[in-house]
């Protein structure tokens, strides 16, 4: 919890419950024969709890004044190098001059670095901490413009805990910690010590005055369960589940989900995450532990990421999913719709990723140049389908110019 804010304390008050009271006229002797036992009975809830719903009045305020924007989020990933050097002039600029209204800065990326430095009192945060964007700096320039700032946290993926932190990640039989193909490490999200680090970070970007916190990377690494019989893990708090495997998976990753957006509404932002947009199309992915409606219950935008390029061929009814960007678009959200109209009140916001680059290594024959035509027709498709928000990505952070951002 942050130093900077007392939660609000919830008392539960005893209950004192009298059975067989004596009129006062009545002798001793007869209160003798005739008195019952009295109760008196506890309530069992915690003394100590952040409500589901925390009053406004006490929510940390950042300083920072930037409106949630009228016409829905309509934003472009960033990196730290982009953030904090030349490329952001030109990106802001391209906001201005678009319907373009908002940024998702990377605070902390996919390697495990803190992008940004700031005050904490966890030693492995201050550990992983770069300055390589100013904070202050950087928030008075998008107030300035109006632009809508949105924290991207990558929470389970993250090389550089896993080496420190060996226990804190998946060992190999030698007892080496395990990465994957491209030498990623992953820490495990059994562990209640990993939740809170992520969410530490969390409260210090509400407190620098970012307006969301989006957490990437919320899930086990890819094809988990080809490789859980053989690495090394703590189950933490699952370990005496009578739940199977791909169930305490889904269970996590839920659970921190939950978590997170309770130890954060003193905080006055939104919480967002990033999911596979297939995770829409089943019940629940083995592996990886995502089930889209669960975690959508418990967020209040849910991010699908639908780029064509990621979409296997004949996913979704489609040979070759790259070469249609509005068609996967405008499919998979029937899938999206379906589940999040079952929730009723409870549905978050849809916000989904779409691509803005070209997916060449996907050889030739299977890829298209992804331009502003391209980029049109994923907007277009997500309007014709009920959702106007939408984040672009693309690693470069170049962004194709000339794209129609709404379609009334």
Known sequence: ???????????????????????????????????????????????????????????????????????????????????GGARMEPLIQLLNDT???????????????????FESDNDMINAN?????????LMAHLEENDIYPIARIVVFKDTLLAKERPDLSFKNPDGSVWTNRAGHGFVNPFLKEVWDYNI?????????????????????????????????????????SDLNSVKKRVEAV?????????????????????????SATIEETPGIGQNFSRISENVDVISSMIYPSHWGPGSL?????????????????????????????DAPISRPWIQDFTASYLGSGWYKNYGAKEVSEQVRALNDHGVNEF???DAANTYSEGAQYSFD
């Open 317 to 345: 009814g489609i040979a070759k999913p790259d070469l249609e960007p509005y068609n996967v678009v405008s499919n998979y959200m029937e899938y999206e719709n379906e589940v999040l109209d079952k929730l009723g009140d």
């Open 200 to 240: 530490e970070v969390a409260k210090q970007a509400a407190m620098m005055g970012f307006k969301d916190i989006q957490f990437d990377y919320v899930r086990f690494a890819e094809g988990f369960e080809l490789r859980d019989d053989e690495l090394q893990y703590s189950l933490g708090e699952y370990e005496n």
């Open 1 to 83: 919890m942050s130093k900077l804010l007392k939660k609000t304390l919830f008392g539960s008050a005893a209950v004192l419950t009298l059975s067989g009271l004596m009129n006062t006229s009545v002798h001793a002797e007869e209160s003798e024969e005739e008195s019952e036992t009295t109760y008196l009975t506890l309530n069992n809830e915690p003394l100590l709890k952040v409500p589901d719903e925390f009053p406004s009045q006490f929510k940390y305020d950042s300083g920072v004044n930037i409106d949630y924007p009228e016409d829905g989020v309509k934003g472009v990933f960033v990196t730290a190098n982009s953030a």
């Open 391 to 393: 984040l672009l990505w």
């Open 129 to 137: 901490m770069k300055n390589w964007v100013d904070s202050k700096e």
């Open 99 to 117: 319907e373009l209204n908002s940024m998702v800065i990377d605070v902390k990326d996919d390697t495990g670095f803190i992008t940004m430095p």
């Open 254 to 278: 839920t659970d921190f989900v939950e978590y997170a957006h309770q130890e954060l509404q003193p905080f006055d932002v939104d919480l967002s995450v990033d999911i596979f947009g297939y």
